[in-house]
Structures are given as structure tokens and as C-alpha cells.
């Protein structure tokens, strides 16, 4: 790629400036777009939640429905906040009856947090309402396109 490319924004480029290799600006335009109106359809299908479970609760409540045996560290850690920050989250979740503390059976000092009922209940109605979104956007894609994001889409690294 030449340098008259990456001075006139053409290039796709690392944090640090530096010519990423290998991303036809093309396709991360195309892929930018195309991201954009998934999270779109994703954030419009649990939108009716509105400010009852706001979206940081809803992601911590996604990850620990996932997870085994996480504590508050560990739910910061994937959150990427602070553990102190995190527990006030899951004081919010545990005061709507959605998040429970348990001891850990290997230790009464660590707290492990599981979904309650509720909190089950609700991580499976945000699941279905994504899904319908994310169908409603794939059926507007060709058979071959859907195969194409999914085999993309699956060599994405995991946080």
C-alpha cells in the first residue's frame, strides 16, 4: 500500500498510525456498514427495556448467564470495568431480583453470582429478541452471503 493512501485516510491504519496489513479499505467500509446495522437491529430489539435494566446490566447479565463460577472480578474483568464499579452493578441487579451472591463451595470468602430466575428468564428474552433481529437482517442476505458472514464471523477472536 502506498504512503498516498495511508496520508489520504485510504488505508486502514493501527492505533498506533501504522498501515494495517492485509484490510482492503473497501471491505472495511463494507464491513463497518454492515456491523452498524446489526447493532443496530440488536440494540432496537431489547429497546423497549428502556432505562429498567440499562444496557451495561444487560451485557453483565448475558456474561454471567455464560460463565460458571464467576465473582466480581471476574464479571469486571470481562466487562472491562473496575471491581468496584462492577459490584455497584450487581448490587443494581441483585436489588431487581435479577443476580444472586452465593459462597463458593471451595471457599466461604468468594462470592460466585448466578441469575435468578427472573435473571434467567430475562437473559433468555433478550437471546430470542436478538436472534429475531439478527434473522430479520439475514434473510435480506443471499444463501451464499449468510455462509459467508457466519464462516467470518466464527474466526473472530473471543474476548
Known amino acids: 500500500m502506498n504512503q498516498d493512501a495511508v496520508r489520504l485516510g485510504q488505508a486502514p491504519l493501527n492505533r498506533d498510525g501504522s498501515v494495517r496489513p492485509g484490510v482492503a479499505p473497501a471491505d472495511l467500509d463494507r464491513a463497518e456498514a454492515g456491523l452498524s446495522a446489526l447493532l443496530e437491529a440488536w440494540q432496537r430489539a431489547i ?14 447479565l448475558l456474561i ?3 460463565t460458571d463460577d464467576l465473582n466480581v472480578t471476574g464479571l469486571a474483568r470481562l466487562l472491562g470495568t473496575s471491581p468496584s464499579a462492577t459490584s455497584r ?7 431487581a431480583g435479577l443476580l444472586a451472591r452465593l459462597p463458593a463451595a471451595a471457599s466461604r ?19 430470542e429478541q436478538r436472534r429475531q433481529a439478527l434473522i430479520q437482517v439475514l434473510e435480506h442476505i443471499s444463501p451464499d452471503g449468510r455462509a459467508d458472514l ?8 473471543l474476548p
Not at 429497546?47 to 451485557?59: D, F, I, N, T, Y
Not at 452493578?89 to 436489588?95: G, H, I, M
Not at 441469575?115 to 437471546?127: I, Q, Y
Not at 457466519?150 to 477472536?157: K, N, Q
Open 89 to 95: 452493578l450487581c448490587d443494581r441487579l441483585a436489588a
Open 64 to 66: 454471567i448467564e455464560a
Open 150 to 157: 457466519a464462516r467470518g464471523l466464527s474466526e473472530v477472536p
Open 109 to 127: 470468602r468468594e462470592i460466585l453470582l448466578r441469575l435468578t430466575e427472573s435473571g434467567r428468564r430475562l437473559a433468555a428474552w433478550v437471546r
Open 47 to 60: 429497546e423497549e427495556l428502556g432505562a429498567m435494566v440499562p444496557p451495561a446490566q444487560v451485557r453483565a
